[in-house]
């Protein structure tokens, strides 16, 4: 049987530390007004292990400094009846959790920020896939959340992976940098960054594209233009969802792809794009050229 290999894998050069440095996955980000409170989070955890079975080997709090534990039996136990349940009530305002895999990795996170001391940031739940995961499964999963959870913006598809929070930090968002020049189907990100704008407006376009409230009700003429042009499009009770594409596209420009169901869908919802961004890092992201590529379907 042939192995389709992953087309974007990069691998440190360090033979004691095999890891990649850049890595193609897919996944799907949502981004919040309020934080997960217990009832909030269950219910996206419970989505999860209904859609994608508990594959979890590791977990942590998203608090800073908080340590990696084991998920076993009983972890799963103690998180579902104590620590769950607590949710907010301490320093913990979120969790990961992560089947622990070098590459191809899948991870499912949560975290919200205080609405008082971190007003400007909107909270998240976020999910990564490998690269070759059913997208069927993902636009199933996304639709089943709008369903379910108030949002205010999100995207799913490809993104590069680097390797933030670790020795290879610069090197990695040096090689995402030209990479993202290249393959503009492929999502940059740096999520707390993001975060930062996203009571403003919504990132940018991908495989799929979430407009949730205030937008969805502030801006449904470009909202109904947008739906016009895409591939194909899901109204939810707590989001509009917009497909730019029968499956993900890599967008290799080098190539000439044709993207042009990312390039309609980007004009129509400019005006709810956010209008700036702090650079991803690395030595060659810029403010400028981050939003530069953000807006990169459109400018």
């Not at 998203?62 to 076993?72: C, E, N, Q, R, Y």
């Not at 990132?203 to 449904?220: A, H």
């Not at 909202?223 to 989001?239: R, Y």
Request: charged content about 20%; glycine content about 8%; some cysteine.
């Amino acid at each position: 049987m042939a192995v389709n290999l992953n087309p974007i894998l990069e691998m440190t050069e360090d033979l004691a530390d095999p890891v990649p440095l850049v890595e193609l996955k897919q996944h799907l980000v949502l981004f919040a007004l309020d934080p997960p409170g217990p009832q909030s989070a269950r219910k996206v955890y419970n989505a999860y292990l209904n859609a994608f079975g508990d594959i979890f080997k590791k977990f942590k709090s998203t608090f800073s400094g908080a340590s990696l534990k084991d998920w076993t039996p009983e972890a799963r136990l103690d998180f579902e009846q104590r620590l769950l349940p607590a949710l907010r009530s301490k320093v913990d305002w979120g969790y990961g959790f992560s089947d622990g895999k070098p590459r191809d990795s899948l991870l499912f996170m949560f975290h919200g920020f205080r609405p008082f001391q971190e007003s400007n940031m909107a909270s998240f739940y976020r999910f990564e896939f490998d690269w070759q995961v059913s997208t069927g499964a993902v636009l199933g999963f996304a639709e089943y959340l709008l369903q379910e959870l108030s949002v205010l913006s999100g995207y799913g598809g490809f993104f590069l992976q680097g390797r933030p929070g670790s020795k290879y930090a610069v090197a990695s968002y040096d090689r995402i940098f030209a990479l993202a020049m290249r393959y503009w189907g492929c999502e940059a990100v740096d999520i707390e960054l993001t975060a930062e704008q996203m009571k403003k407006g919504y990132k940018c376009v991908n495989w799929l594209t979430i407009i949730g409230e205030p937008f969805r009700s502030t801006f449904g003429t470009e909202i109904d233009k947008a739906k016009s042009v895409a591939f194909g499009f899901i109204e939810a009770p707590f989001g509009t969802l917009l497909q730019a594409s029968e499956r993900p596209l890599l967008g290799d420009r080098n190539r000439l792809a044709n993207m042009e169901g990312y390039f309609s869908v980007a004009k129509a919802l400019l005006p709810i794009q956010i209008t700036e961004h702090k650079s991803f890092g690395g030595n060659l992201w810029t403010d400028e050229n981050t939003m530069d590529w953000i807006r990169r379907f459109t400018s």
